[in-house]
């Protein structure tokens, strides 16, 4: 995979993309990550990249004419043949859609990405209507620029790749991933997958942490109770942290069993 960062602050990038599974997979050649200068590609003496925006009102907004001239460069295809070709151009963007793990196993899944990070008041909106084809945001807030979101996806989306981590089974046993993802890698070797859910709780050694204990049942040996527990302690943690998810997943009917015993001993 190649995935190339279009910004006005390429330094802030040294940091994120040195360490961890995304340095082990560009040194592996699992993937391409290069970071280009907008600033590059404004023409006065001043590299200028922002203006005034039209209509009035606070701030500035990042200019079209470097954006466009910096992704044409990079010889990315035509937005109507980005997807045959396994190619993607996003803007970061506080008004995008939202970037979740169901996104990121889409955007693994390509050959090419190119992040547009925004900035300033924002950016003109002739980017995301002509030149990007999906506009992506990594929450309900905002930031001073596109660079976190950027790092961000960029981080979500590495790991995914076919190599990136040591155990691959473990990216379909983590927290929202969902029972059709893991089916597509095969599933994990464990004992279960969130199913869309938030990931069970993990213990490690020692058993005894002062006074502090690891649920007997992870130590007995019983697989099946194992998993049940694991099921169900999900299960409460998504009940307790993100209700929102139990909608939209789909439920067992041991989950739903569970689940009813949850609620009825929390009443």
């Known amino acids: 995979m190649k995935i190339e960062i279009v910004t006005i602050f ?17 040194q592996a050649g699992l993937a ?13 003496r001043h590299k200028t990249v922002d203006d005034r925006p039209f209509g009035g009102g606070e701030g500035m907004v990042l200019k079209p004419e470097p954006i466009f001239e910096c992704v044409e460069a990079l010889d990315v295809v035509p937005r109507e043949e980005r997807k045959d070709a396994g190619q993607s151009v996003i803007l970061l963007s506080a008004q ?13 899944a390509l050959d090419r990405i190119v992040l547009i990070c925004g900035r300033y008041e924002g950016v003109d909106e002739r980017v995301g209507q002509y030149l990007a084809d999906r506009e992506l945001s990594i929450g309900d807030y905002v930031l001073s620029g596109g660079e976190l979101g950027a790092a961000v996806i960029v981080d979500c989306v590495t790991r995914l790749i076919p190599g990136a981590v040591g155990n691959q089974a473990s990216t379909q046993q983590e927290s929202f991933t969902t029972f059709s993802q ?3 890698g095969n599933g994990p070797s464990s004992t279960c997958t969130s199913g869309g859910l938030l990931d069970y709780p993990h213990y490690t050694r020692p058993a005894d942490f002062r006074g502090m204990g690891v649920p007997e049942v992870l130590a007995s040996g019983n697989h099946e109770e194992i998993r049940r527990w694991r099921r169900r302690t999900a299960l409460e943690k998504t009940l307790r942290n ?9 439920l067992s009917n ?7 015993q949850i609620m009825g001993e929390n009443l």
Do not use: C, M, W
């Open 182 to 184: 893991a089916q597509a």
């Open 32 to 44: 391409t990550i290069e970071v280009h200068d907008l600033r590059a590609f404004a023409h006065d």
């Open 96 to 108: 995008g859609g939202r970037f979740d793990q169901s996104v990121a196993n889409q955007l693994a």
């Open 10 to 26: 390429p330094d802030f990038f040294r940091g994120p993309l040195d360490h961890g599974i995304i340095r082990r997979a560009q």
């Open 242 to 250: 993100r209700p929102d998810l139990l909608d939209g997943t789909t």
């Open 254 to 260: 041991e989950d739903k069993k569970l689940l009813a």
